[in-house]
């Protein structure tokens, strides 16, 4: 059973930065790719980043350039570094694990979630 729990959300204002962390257990990285989503209030859940089966990273238009995905291997750890952070940026982030077959930044592929962390962008 995999297991992700996210920290590192907070409030900010715009034009800050963010880093979140995503602690993950019960699998091997060979098995899985991971990836970060979110979801802002009355709006349906979105793929943020995410690593690919080639071990490549992929990024939703909005975020590119500002946002980068990285892993720790180690220590079982994902992380999301936000830059230049607008108040469109207000969301739940969520830590996601696929199976290999379905990585990208489709949220009903996603095998497995955390619970979130609310990042919050104040203009």
């Known amino acids: 059973q995999v297991q992700l729990a996210e920290s590192g959300g907070g409030s900010v204002q715009s034009g800050g930065s963010l880093r979140l962390s995503c602690a993950a257990s019960?699998?091997?990285?060979?098995?899985?790719?991971l990836g970060w989503f979110r979801q802002a209030p009355g709006k349906e859940r979105e793929g943020v980043a995410a690593?690919?089966?080639?071990?490549?990273?992929t990024y939703a238009d909005s975020v590119k350039g500002r946002f980068t995905i990285s892993q720790d291997n180690a220590e079982n750890t994902l992380y999301l570094q936000m830059n230049s952070l607008k108040p469109e940026d207000t969301a739940m982030y969520y830590c996601a694990a696929s199976r290999l077959e379905w990585c990208g930044l489709q949220p009903r592929l996603v095998r497995y979630w955390g619970q979130g962390t609310q990042v919050t962008v104040s203009s």
């Open positions: 690593f690919l089966r080639s071990g490549s990273t």
């Open positions: 019960g699998y091997t990285y060979s098995s899985v790719c």
